[in-house]
């Protein structure tokens, strides 16, 4: 690279010597050494990047040395982040995929919760809930499966837990007779003429 730095400076120094002797310019060719090559290109680099500098509007080359340093460790750091984030965006959609499915399971359990409250009259759907099984039951074409056979059999061995058909009360078949005369006297009523 030296070589190739004393042969372009040799260049210009006989291209500005050419110039400045004129036609008959008869000076002898300078030869550098490898030291004064590399500090004339530092030279001339430094002026260079002063004057780049200059034209930005930079007059200060230390603040702008550590400008540069400042700018490039934001960009290391933001590829360190960058990584960082991968991993942080893979544990979102690892936390967001498990509340989908918590989601799911508490809306299938709501919706076995309601077709049993519609279906079978239990007195309390909560206490009916735990004997179910969720992985047999299954929704296809907005219907549900695999409940009935579940239901059935506690059906027969906890029947207290439904509601019986037919009435529920006291039985109002004239079975029990008043004394309404009895009843008007304790209730200071006048008894009435039948």
Do not use: C, W
Request: hydrophobic content about 30%; charged content about 35%; glycine content about 6%.
């Amino acid at each position: 690279m030296a070589e190739e730095l004393n042969n372009n400076t040799s260049r210009q120094n006989e291209d500005h010597g050419a110039q400045n002797t004129g036609a008959g310019g008869n000076e002898p060719e300078k030869k550098y050494t490898d030291d004064e090559v590399n500090g004339i290109v530092a030279k001339k680099t430094r002026k260079a990047v002063d004057n780049f500098l200059k034209d930005l509007g930079i007059s200060d080359r230390a603040a702008a040395e550590n400008l540069l340093k400042g700018y490039a460790a934001q960009q290391t750091e933001q590829k360190n982040n960058a990584g960082n984030s991968d991993s942080e965006l893979a544990q979102t959609v690892n936390a967001l995929k498990n509340e989908l499915e918590a989601l799911r399971s508490n809306q299938k359990k709501d919706a076995v919760a309601s077709e049993i409250k519609k279906k079978y009259q239990p007195k309390d759907v909560a206490d009916i809930l735990p004997f179910i099984d969720m992985e047999k039951v299954k929704f296809e074409n907005n219907t549900i499966s695999g409940l009935d056979e579940q239901i059935e059999p506690i059906k027969k061995s906890k029947d207290y837990l439904f509601e019986r058909p037919g009435k529920s009360g006291l039985s109002h078949d004239g079975a029990i007779e008043y004394d309404n005369a009895a009843l008007r006297r304790a209730f200071g009523l006048k008894d009435k003429k039948e």
